[in-house]
């Protein structure tokens, strides 16, 4: 899997941190999540990356 592959999930990915999906798509999301390592690793950067982000404008 390469970056088409992230590249196709990354938006999902957000949208899952932002909490702008509906719940299809969630349900679709979790349930790619645990069969994929790699959009498991990459959403876990997301989360690492929000978190310094919220620490920068002092919320976290
Ligand atoms: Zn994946």
Known sequence: MGWL???RW?????GLLDDELDAGRV???LAH???CP???AE???LVRLQRSLARLAGVG
């Open 43 to 45: 959403l876990e950067e």
């Open 27 to 29: 349900a679709a999301v």
């Open 5 to 7: 592959h992230r590249a």
């Open 33 to 35: 999540l645990e069969e």
């Open 38 to 40: 790699e959009c498991l």
């Open 10 to 14: 990354a938006e999902a990915l957000e």
